[in-house]
């Protein structure tokens, strides 16, 4: 896009005078207002922080990208724009107690400055109360329960669609390769795995699984499978806790992912308090679609029902059958 800078004073009217072309897609313009206070060049910027940052007991940073560097219509590269990784470290440099806060769409760069941060809190886009929301979690007002709806690797060169998404050949067209191994189905079967997993999320308190039960051992296809959970909040802090459940296919006849999640429940626990979860599954959590038949079916056999904090930390499993 476009850009013009220009000083403006108070109280004074001015005439813009805008000529654009449009081949394609919505024109827009957008005014952004800074008060002047001095005149300070980009490349002072990091002089500053650093500076502010050597009289700081902690160091927030807001970091990532915004509507300019990350939208519909185009790609963004994995790293940060602007040298803000860089910046990361040079701020470590001299204040160690650094707080991340990535506002981003997803997965970025993070090998180069990690390890530099003592947290890090995934904003992604939260809208204009987010620093608010922001500054409740990170003060303690607030306990987190938030789980990551995607997995997070390493490298961008890890990602599954890294070899198939750039239109190297320029032919306008992008092959799906993935099949069903979409996200975590992805990195179960990988023998890597990603930094965070799919339903990963930081508490300030812990939470303790256990007593998974079924109803019973085999049921009739169709027939809806009850199970029942024990959940203890045995941390310092109220909180929340999001119990995800996946199903495994032990027999199934075609290629199928590992695990897929099917249901999942968010509890509140007080401190010390524990509840008891229960899930109904029914017919779809156990059929799968046939492309040779181009039906969903279920095939009788046996299936493991998995309980998790995310889809890389299974804490409890119970095996039936389906007959």
Not at 85 to 90: D, T
Not at 94 to 123: F, Q
Not at 182 to 196: A, L, N
Not at 279 to 305: L, M, Q, V
Request: charged share 25%.
């Amino acid at each position: 896009p476009a850009k013009y800078e220009s000083y403006l004073n108070a109280g004074q009217e001015y005439k813009i005078d805008l000529e654009y072309y449009q081949s394609g897609g919505d024109a827009k313009i957008r005014l952004g207002v800074v008060k002047y206070q001095q005149q300070i060049k980009p490349e002072e910027y990091p002089k500053l922080a650093i500076e502010a940052a050597k009289k700081a007991d902690v160091v927030i940073m807001a970091v990532g990208f915004s509507g300019s560097t990350e939208s519909e219509g185009f790609d963004r590269t994995f790293e940060m724009p602007y040298k803000q990784s860089e910046l990361i470290n040079k701020i470590a440099e001299v204040n160690k107690n650094i707080i991340v806060v990535l506002n981003s769409g997803g997965n970025v760069e993070m090998d180069s400055w990690i390890n530099n941060a003592k947290g890090l809190l995934m904003a992604w886009y939260p809208g204009q109360e987010g620093n608010i929301a922001a500054a409740e979690i990170l003060f303690g007002n607030l306990n987190p329960s938030g789980k990551l709806p995607a997995s997070f690797e390493y490298r961008i060169e890890e990602n599954p669609t890294y070899n198939s998404y750039f239109d190297d050949d320029k032919d306008l067209k992008v092959n799906y390769s993935e099949g069903l191994f979409v996200g975590y189905r992805y990195w179960d079967k990988s023998e890597s795995k990603p930094r965070f997993p799919f339903g990963y999320g930081l508490s300030y308190t812990n939470y303790d699984y256990s007593n998974l039960t079924s109803d019973k051992a085999t049921y009739t296809i169709g027939e809806t499978v009850k199970l029942k959970l024990n959940v203890k909040n045995i941390g310092s802090y109220d909180g929340a806790e999001i119990v995800q459940l996946y199903v495994s296919d032990k027999t199934c006849s075609l290629p199928r992912p590992i695990k897929e999640l099917k249901a999942f429940d968010k509890v509140s626990l007080k401190v010390s308090e524990g509840k008891t979860v229960e899930f109904e599954i029914g017919k779809d959590a156990f059929s799968f679609y046939n492309p040779r038949t181009h039906t969903w079916e279920i095939e009788p056999g046996e299936f493991e029902i998995l309980i998790g904090s995310s889809s890389e930390d299974i804490r409890k499993n119970v095996t039936i059958n389906l007959k």
